[in-house]
């Protein structure tokens, strides 16, 4: 068994340098949480320990490497891993920002940013999701997922009743308009969220006899301007 031959003099550096990457998932645990057993606090180690609990169900190393990998400022890819493994939205979201402390590829941290815009957005944090969602389209003007997101923290705005209420029904559709314009891969998607909220949209009589307004022309909602539109009742 090639575990039981790292003992032997260099059977270590062999082992590792020849055999480790051939083995399979739990073998390679094993290999690694005997070494953690035996004291060894390596990142080098306790990276790929943890990535191998995470992947074999080992909660119980999960939850008994997790304070000690934030502890050692963990690499990018570690922290993904954490982020995966976390059940705390706050969490999360500081892990974020670390990891995007790390990262200045455009491409790494339009991923990152959406994922926070987006866990931002399921913690009903409406504006600090748009602001973040507003990041990305800094760095990539058309993408998609992030002008749905914006769309989607208007969306959460638009009610029944006034005018008002309904406004930002009008600038989530502006989003998803857009996003379906620009991005194919949420087209679909966009459309179907335009579709749904045009709902919002008020009567014609409404703005008919609402002096305050006119079909087609200028609104401002929280500042951002949009056009006033109808649907027929």
Not at 41 to 55: G, K, M, N, Q
Not at 206 to 218: A, L
Request: charged letters at 30%; hydrophobic letters at 40%; glycine letters at 6%.
């Amino acid at each position: 068994d090639a575990l039981e031959r790292i003992d032997t003099p260099g059977g270590q550096e062999y082992f590792e340098d020849n055999i480790l990457g051939a083995l399979t998932d739990r073998d390679r645990f094993t290999y690694y949480y005997r070494r953690y057993q035996e004291g060894i606090r390596d990142p080098e180690l306790i990276a790929p320990l943890f990535d191998l609990a995470y992947t074999l169900s080992e909660d119980e190393v999960v939850a008994e490497l997790k304070p000690i990998l934030l502890a050692m400022d963990p690499s990018l890819e570690v922290i993904r891993s954490l982020i995966l493994v976390s059940g705390d939205d706050n969490e999360k979201l500081a892990l974020l920002d670390r990891a995007l402390e790390q990262v200045e590829v455009a491409v790494d941290r339009v991923l990152l940013l959406y994922e926070k815009a987006r866990l931002l957005y399921t913690t009903d944090q409406l504006s600090d999701a748009r602001n973040v969602a507003n990041e990305v389209l800094e760095i990539d003007e058309n993408h998609g997922r992030s002008l749905v997101l914006i769309g989607d923290t208007w969306a959460a705005l638009a009610s029944t009743g006034s005018i008002q209420a309904r406004a930002p029904a009008w600038v989530a559709v502006d989003y998803y308009n857009r996003a379906a314009s620009l991005d194919e891969g949420v087209a679909v998607l966009a459309q179907q969220r335009a579709s749904d909220y045009r709902r919002y949209f008020p009567c014609r009589e409404e703005v008919f006899f609402d002096p305050n307004v006119s079909e087609g022309g200028g609104y401002t909602v929280r500042g951002v301007r949009t056009t006033v539109r109808v649907r027929g009742c």
